[in-house]
């Protein structure tokens, strides 16, 4: 799956605010996590009282059907579904689909119980008033089946027997069943949309990770992998869509009804977690890549205006990358992909049938931007990569869940880079995926990686894996991995581990078992086994920063904590100490690479001899750690920057100006130095330091964007801004020419937003000017896709009500959904109160009126936009006091709305409540947290600990940094 929060689009700036991957980095200190995490586990007893008040322990909760993981004692072979989805309402208003299922089972262990997932489905009572039935599959006679319910909590039908099944033996069991299509986006769901003032219904799935045994009764544990044989009934003229090639479409009549019966070839052996069913009107488009092939399916208005033509043209190429790339031929006949108008995650690698929202799928060249195409070629990448590795070979357990996501999210780079060699997109994983999780992975309430298999039971907590821990840093940390083995190396093990586990499971060491043949094989030098390396990357949460003295050639390595202050009271077996990979170069001579093993080491290779010699470890930022230098060393580093920055690698110069930010909020360093080392940016070009640098930077706005300190920042970021935003005028000749570039692309958009932020007239004009033509004639936007989010916000903040109805009316109006999430997104920058609070009000309160109702009205929010909504709004500095308002008004009711989702619950707690930062503020957050204890905080609580830590730590950062940043300003600012 890839996570929408991971691809917010960098270029959505607020005006006066810098906006980034970088805002995670606000994110501190949470020492509670840990003692939390260990009390979750604990299964407590359901307690009652009687009539005297005392309290009794109702008996320990240990049947079979009490415990959340399935018993050993029977393995699913194959199944036989047929669902059918109603598109209407039924004559009680409900959206319902009907079913039924047989599923032949083998018995390994003798038992006299069936224990299978199902979850909302209403079975149906058959002939003995049971809820299934069972039959041997050599006809003989079963045990009779002498009681069967729904155990609710742990989502089981239970199938009591009257004597034991055979080891050996086949059964099937069958369920007839009915379930809602509910518009919950989990499970089997609906998705609604507007064609030709026409609405209309798809129904479709998401399963992963515990959501297909909503769909039908289900052994919903990965590892149960069998063979699905899939059937559809829906309506006349629709399209039936699956795992599998369709291979018999007939008209029939069922109940009266005349519909369409779907059969879908058996599937390979698989997950029920990669299941997928889709019901709709859709279009497509089709391509073949070899013997496979591909097909685009979208809304047909999508389909005829040529959008999915981009996805179809990189899937082809990216198909072709990973086959080569593990070795292994696509192990489908067909990939299809489909654009959803409701879509939780960003997308779902279902087998052969990738779902995505419409943002990750559909481009069109004259709405979507340059970070569009990017992220659909990377979504399409990542979601490939997982036919092979996730599906084809499996993970027993959601704990590992890390390496599956991690690797996808690696490999994601390597697929869009073959699809589109001149971006460079491989390096911008630096940004994407290191900055971001260093920024959360530096805190005490961090996690490790890997997660003990009888740590991860329920569904919430399968949910809340799909972090950025798993996500980012698991790429970071194989990247590394990729990288020290090097890439031949790394490919070959994978191969073999591919070959090997093909239609089965694994745990993560397998991997590393095949990288260790590979490693040996290969002859590759390594100073312990892969195994024992990884694990400490693995098992314990965090990072080192290795410390190198130029002086001395001493290298030290330290668990690195944002909050020196924090507590870490998570044990590690390894003491916070890492095999380290370090690369380095003197000047531009590279030295040679070498390991550190121990807390310190020496290298006398490290030492510099003259005044104008410098030392720069971690190239490439290659590995996953940050460095230290000494005073001196950082002095001469400074020097080159000031002189010649381009004698300094590019990713590199972000990354001494990240790890400067960093290591000045652990205390490592004088916040005073990452102040410093922006001074070169007034010379620099490139992207990647620029938005390293503005990541950092808003942190600087969030803390000092209501004091007077503004007024200074502003001053000196307008200073530094300005040669950026003439060359850009320069080489666009006054901007009518679209930079060559990808990353020129990108920071073209950094260098407009912010020289209309800080207030630079050129900027603010010529954004006027094209927002005011665009509003003259709607008709012809002449605003380049690439600009148009920034253009769009700035225009809006610059200007009034007229501005901020033409944003609306467009928004409403818009066709293509990259469109409508810039102009959402750009509502927001208002500058007028009344403005925001309307928007708070146009977003949510109409159907907080008759909120059963609202759903997914088309002229609305969607259910999937709308926390993200009141977080844009909080991020502008104006509308963060009403959203926090707004949110603590209406929280029963957002709540009851939003409570559920992973995601999005803590984004909008933690979005709303960032910018926190005196004791007053803090007090209006413990109140919060006091008032609604007793509804609570769903998926959000672990966030509103976090706001309440952070803020604290906040009010500390300021009060020990304001005086010392309004020094430096001043200076660096008076000429
Ligand atoms: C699934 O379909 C295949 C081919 O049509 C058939 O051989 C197999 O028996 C079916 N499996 C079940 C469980 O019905
Ligand atoms: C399932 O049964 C419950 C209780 O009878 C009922 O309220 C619900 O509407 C039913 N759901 C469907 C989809 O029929
Ligand atoms: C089924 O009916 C639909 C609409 O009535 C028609 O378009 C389609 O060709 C028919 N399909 C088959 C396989 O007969
Ligand atoms: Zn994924």
Redesign the pocket.
């Given at each position: 799956m890839a996570a929408k929060g991971f691809f917010i689009s960098k270029a959505v700036g607020v005006v006066g605010i810098i906006l980034g991957a970088g805002a995670v980095a606000t994110i501190i200190v949470l020492s509670v996590a840990y003692s939390q995490e260990k009390s979750k586990n604990v299964e407590v007893n359901p307690t009652t009282t009687t009539t005297t008040g005392v309290p009794v322990t109702t008996p320990a909760l240990n049947e079979p059907w009490h415990q959340y993981r399935l018993p050993d004692s029977i393995l699913p072979d194959s199944y036989e579904v047929t669902l059918w989805p109603r598109l209407t309402e039924n004559s009680?208003g409900?959206y319902?689909?009907t079913g039924d299922s047989e599923v032949t089972f083998r018995c390994v262990k003798e038992t006299d119980l069936i224990l299978i997932h199902s979850n909302?489905?209403?079975l149906t009572v058959n002939g003995n008033s049971k809820l299934a039935t069972l039959t041997a599959e050599d006809g003989s006679m079963p045990p009779a089946i002498t009681d069967t319910w729904l155990e609710v909590r742990t989502q089981y039908l239970v199938v009591k027997l009257n004597g034991n099944l055979k080891v050996g033996q086949r059964y099937v069991l069958r369920t007839d069943f009915?379930?809602?299509?509910a518009d919950d986006l989990g499970g089997f769901y609906r998705s609604v949309y507007m064609e030709d003032g026409v609405e209309k219904v798809v129904a479709t799935t998401q399963m992963q990770p515990t959501d297909a045994r909503k769909a039908f009764p289900c052994f919903d544990e990965p590892a149960m992998k069998a063979i699905f044989n899939i059937t559809l009934i829906h309506p006349r003229g629709t399209v039936g869509l699956s795992n599998g090639m369709d291979i018999e479409t007939v008209n029939v009549t069922i109940d009266k009804m005349e519909v369409t019966r779907t059969k879908f070839a058996p599937t390979p052996k698989m997950s029920t977690y990669l299941l997928a069913f889709i019901v709709s009107d859709y279009d497509y488009i089709q391509a073949m890549e070899g013997d496979v092939s591909i097909r685009i399916f979208a809304r047909r208005k999508a389909i005829a205006a040529g959008q999915g033509e981009y996805a179809l043209n990189v899937t082809g190429p990216i198909l072709k990358f990973f086959e080569t790339y593990y070795n292994a031929t696509y192990p489908l006949k067909k990939s299809d992909q489909i654009a959803l108008p409701d879509f939780n995650a960003g997308a779902m690698e279902n087998w052969g049938l990738i779902t995505y929202r419409e943002t990750a799928l559909l481009y069109d060249p004259d709405v979507s931007s340059n970070g569009n195409k990017e992220r659909i070629a990377t979504i399409i990448a990542h979601e490939l990569a997982h036919m092979w590795f996730g599906n084809l070979v499996t993970l027993k357990w959601w704990n590992d869940l890390w390496l599956n996501e991690g690797f996808a999210s690696y490999v994601e780079y390597l697929g869009a880079d073959y699809a589109e060699p001149a971006w460079g997109v491989k390096d911008l994983i630096v940004l994407g995926d290191v900055h971001r999780v260093f920024a959360v992975d530096a805190l005490a309430s961090s996690h490790p990686l890997s997660s003990k298999e009888e740590e991860i039971q329920r569904p919430e907590q399968i949910s809340e894996l799909f972090d950025a821990i798993s996500y980012s840093k698991g790429a970071s940390v194989l990247r590394m991995l990729s990288n020290f083995l090097s890439e031949d190396v790394f490919v070959i093990g994978l191969s073999t581990y591919l070959n090997q586990f093909a239609f089965s499971n694994t745990v993560y060491t397998d991997l590393w078992n095949h990288l260790q043949a590979a490693a040996e094989k290969t002859g590759t030098k390594l100073p312990a086994t892969v195994h024992d390396i990884m694990n400490r990357w693995v098992l314990q949460m965090g990072f080192p920063v290795v410390s190198i003295d130029t002086a001395t050639g001493t290298v030290t390595q330290q668990h690195f904590l944002l909050d020196p202050d924090s507590v870490v009271d998570r044990p590690s077996e390894f003491n916070y100490t890492w095999y380290v990979p370090i690369t380095w170069q003197k000047n531009s001579v590279k030295g040679a690479d070498f390991w550190l093993l121990e807390k310190s080491d020496l290298n006398n290779d490290l030492k510099t001899t003259s005044a104008d010699q410098w030392v720069l470890a971690n190239l490439n930022v290659a590995g996953y750690y940050r460095v230290k230098y000494d005073d001196a060393n950082y002095a001469r580093l400074q020097n080159q920057l000031t002189m010649a920055h381009e004698l300094i690698p590019v990713i590199n110069r972000a990354q001494l100006i990240d790890d400067a930010f960093n290591l000045a909020r652990a205390k490592l360093v004088p916040t005073t130095l990452p102040l410093e080392m922006t001074k070169y940016l007034n010379n620099e070009r490139e992207y990647m330091p620029w938005e390293s640098a503005l990541d950092n930077l808003d942190f600087f706005y969030l803390m000092f964007d209501r004091t007077e300190i503004y007024g200074l920042l502003q001053t000196y970021i307008m200073k530094q801004v300005e040669p950026l935003f003439n060359h850009y005028k320069d080489i666009t000749a006054d901007w009518t020419k679209v930079p060559e570039r990808h990353t020129d692309q990108y920071n073209q958009v950094n260098a407009l937003r912010m020289a209309c932020s800080t207030g630079i007239e050129a900027c603010t004009d010529l954004v006027t000017k094209w927002y005011g033509s665009w509003m003259n004639n709607t008709q012809n936007n002449p605003i380049h896709p690439n600009l148009r989010s920034v253009v769009y916000c700035s225009a809006i903040a610059a200007g009034g009500v007229k501005e901020w109805d033409h944003g609306w009316k467009m928004f409403k109006e818009a066709t293509i959904a990259i469109e409508q999430d810039k102009l959402r997104a750009a509502l927001a920058c208002a500058s007028q109160p009344w403005l925001l609070n309307r928007y708070l009000e146009y977003t949510l309160k109409p159907d907080m009126i008759q909120y059963l109702e609202y759903t997914l009205k088309p002229d609305m929010i969607r259910k999937q936009d709308a926390t993200s909504t009141i977080v844009y709004i909080a991020n502008n500095v104006v509308g963060q006091p009403l959203a926090w308002d707004f949110m603590r008004a209406n929280w029963v009711y957002i709540f009851n709305e939003y409570g559920g989702g992973s995601f999005s619950f803590s984004n909008l707690i933690n979005g709303v409540t960032k910018r926190f930062s005196t004791e007053f503020e803090l007090k209006q957050l413990q109140q919060f947290k006091q008032d609604y204890a007793d509804v609570g905080f769903g998926s959000g609580t672990l966030a509103v600990e976090q706001s309440i830590e952070r803020t604290q730590a906040n009010i500390k950062w300021v009060a020990e940094n304001k005086v010392i940043v309004e020094t430096w300003l001043k200076s660096a600012i008076s000429p």
């Open positions: 009680v409900l319902i689909f909302k489905l209403n009915t379930g809602e299509l």
